[in-house]
């Protein structure tokens, strides 16, 4: 028979594991943003909207604060950067490219919050959000209500970054996931300044 003793002793423990899992996603989030001034690697990307749902690849790179990359590889070409001013679109296909002022366009999006420390925690309320597959989930919803996203959920494996989820405000769900990543790249602030290349048409917003 089991001791009162006994009873309380593995309920504590039970407590302290249970506290241990509900503070991994988080906690690695902390670390991420604490350890990384800059990462890079490939990812693979899903858009299913109501009718359709899209696949893209890509490689990228990021030099925090505010300076980062974004090239889509297949199935079209695209190069999205951030010089910390402006962002820069460049659809290959088009031969177009769009700026915008950078404060104006990132707002609440995936680039601002992986390019600065402080974007998720400043514009969304953060909690646990399970694991599975070995993935620990933060889910982040926003603190204003006319915020481009209706949550944004984070895995981490271990302290990697595995993926990103998002709901946008029109129902759209969008899933990034991350591979090869490297969180001590050897990078530049001149990797991130985009020249346009010639005969290419300049649309500024």
Do not use: C
């Amino acid at each position: 028979m089991k001791t009162p003793t006994f009873r309380l002793a593995a309920a504590a423990v039970l407590a302290m594991a249970i506290g241990s899992a509900q503070a991994g996603g988080i906690e690695a989030l902390q670390k991420f943003n604490a350890d990384t001034d800059g990462i890079s690697g490939s990812f693979s990307q899903s858009v299913q909207s109501r009718n359709k749902t899209r696949n893209a690849q890509g490689r990228f790179s990021i030099l925090r604060p505010g300076l980062f990359k974004w090239e889509y590889t297949s199935p079209y070409k695209q190069t999205i950067v951030g010089d910390g001013s402006h962002i820069w679109l460049y659809d290959i296909d088009l031969a177009q490219i769009t700026k915008t002022a950078q404060n104006q366009a990132i707002g609440d999006s995936p680039a601002a919050i992986l390019s600065n420390k402080d974007a998720l925690s400043a514009s969304y309320t953060l909690k646990e959000d399970g694991s599975t597959g070995g993935i620990d989930y933060v889910l982040a919803t926003p603190k204003r209500s006319n915020a481009g996203y209706q949550y944004i959920r984070l895995g981490f494996k271990g302290d990697d970054l595995a993926e990103m989820r998002l709901k946008d405000s029109f129902g759209n769900q969008t899933t990034i996931k991350f591979n090869n990543l490297n969180t001590r790249p050897n990078l530049s602030r001149s990797q991130f300044r985009f020249t346009p290349p010639q005969g290419v048409d300049v649309l500024t917003q």
